[in-house]
């Protein structure tokens, strides 16, 4: 027989192997958290660069935009219009700035794949597209 005190070092030892085996299958677990939807970048130097984000759960998530300038801007979704068909790889986007210094300059992205046009007013850059950044 199996004395008390091994009885409970055995068990307590299996306790810990099953609370670690929890752990780590649950780190498996695809990640319900925030995560970025998409992603376009646009520009090659500093002088002309733009990023714009979709984070969240689901299409077609929450913008964010970064420019030359300016850090990271996190918007009021109702600022944006946003078209997205991500089994076609189509999204368009419209933004006006009301006259705030803080928010993003007024433009239009269109993306169809991997590539996609930014216009800001009359300047026009090219950039590429990252759909599958999950």
């Not at 996190?74 to 944006?80: C, D, I, L, S």
């Not at 950039?127 to 950044?133: F, N, P, Q, S």
């Given at each position: 027989m199996e004395s008390t005190a091994r009885f409970a070092a055995r068990s307590l030892h299996q306790a810990r192997a099953w609370a670690?085996?929890?752990?780590l299958s649950l780190c498996a677990l695809p990640a319900s958290a925030t995560g970025t939807l998409f992603r376009f970048s646009a520009g090659t130097t500093p002088?002309?660069?733009?990023?714009?984000?979709l984070v969240g759960r689901e299409d077609p998530g929450f913008p964010q935009t970064s420019w030359t300038g300016s850090g990271q801007y996190?918007?009021?979704?109702?600022?944006?219009v946003v078209r997205m068909d991500r089994a076609g790889k189509r999204l368009t986007v419209r933004h006006t700035n009301p006259g705030d210094s803080r928010q993003p300059p007024s433009f239009v992205l269109e993306v169809q794949g991997d590539a996609g046009t930014l216009t800001l007013g009359r300047k026009t850059l090219t950039?590429?597209?990252?759909?599958?950044?999950l």
């Open positions: 670690l085996l929890l752990v002088a002309d660069f733009f990023s714009f984000e996190e918007a009021n979704p109702k600022a944006y950039g590429r597209a990252d759909w599958d950044v």
